[in-house]
């Protein structure tokens, strides 16, 4: 039986280097086949972490917030126009904010074109199917027919987690493949079904096919820390989708809440995922329950974790002698490390 191995089981060799400053390496990176990024870092398409506040401060910063699919067709478009007309991003010209990616989420079945086709209307330039099995036979009917009525639209198809998977999505027309399978933070794929594939096992098998198609990898799910962002990118990934590490923030969407009595109180925000009872009751459905929900501590503005995040890519490319992400993947090298060598890397003094 084949080994797989996930974030906790690798760590990254440090190389020889001759960078001058952390502050020169250029952290951009391709998000579909025609759109790039600055910084490679993209928030998830779920409705307690991307509406229209994530998706501005993400533009700002040069990544990219996807706006879920959980709300009806004419609020999720116009969250894209009033993201298509924010004042804030005037400053780019007309060929830069052509290559600003404007993102939304849709689903497979029902309505799914009509959504597409609207969110389009008003400003969309990349689509993201967004179910949780991607190989599968109506994702690709999707790409197709959202590739051939919107002949200008990037889509990006997910989740999978096989090299078979991926071929066959890029075969379909796919301009970005999502990675990952059962290892959200509070998904309960695994647990309930007993599906799922570590996630470096599942980016290195799927890289490897995307590659021979030109196609760019966003690696989704099983990020605990800023290092595993960076051993994300470091397993062949362009770029890392982000949800339980940017939850609790002032701009995902939901009330802050006050748990406690004064002046002991201490404010929270729910996060929750896309197949929890408590996100599909608020839809109308509760069959297939595959994720749970969790009250996080609120963290107050996301630019704090977003430039931690950033300075911990730049430090792990100095570290492999890397300027960019394209050397990065050429150089590096990861190592399996035993459950001692894992335990060994956390700040084991607090713990004594």
Sequence with gaps: MRKALTYDDVNIVPKYSELGSRSDINTSTRFT?????????????????TEYDMALEMMEWGGV????????????????????????????????????????????TG??????????????????????HGHHKLVGEAIEKIKTKLETIEVIAGSVATGEACEYLCEKGADSIRVGIGNGSLCETRIRTGVGIPQVTALIDCVSVADTYSTPVIADGGVRNIGDVCKGLASGADSIM?????????ETPGTIEKIGEWPNEMLHKKYRGSASLDSKHDRGDNKNVEGN???IPYKGKVKRIIQDIQEGIRSSFSYVGANDISEYHSKVELI?????GN?????HLLNS
């Design 293 to 295: 929900h969790k009250v």
């Design 33 to 49: 086949k025609k759109i790039n990024l600055n910084i490679p870092i993209v928030t998830s398409p779920m409705d307690t972490v």
């Design 336 to 340: 399996e490390v035993t459950r001692a």
């Design 242 to 250: 982000l949800g339980s590490l940017l939850s609790g923030t002032k």
């Design 111 to 132: 309505d799914y074109l009509e959504r597409a086709q609207e969110l389009v209307n008003n400003g969309c330039n990349v689509i993201v199917i967004d179910v949780a």
């Design 343 to 347: 335990l060994e890397g956390k700040p």
């Design 65 to 108: 917030g996807i706006i879920h699919r959980f709300m009806s067709i004419e609020k999720q478009s116009n969250i894209i126009l009033k993201l298509h007309k924010a004042e804030m991003v005037s400053h780019w010209t007309d060929e830069e904010w052509n290559k600003i990616p404007r993102c939304a989420a849709i689903g497979v």
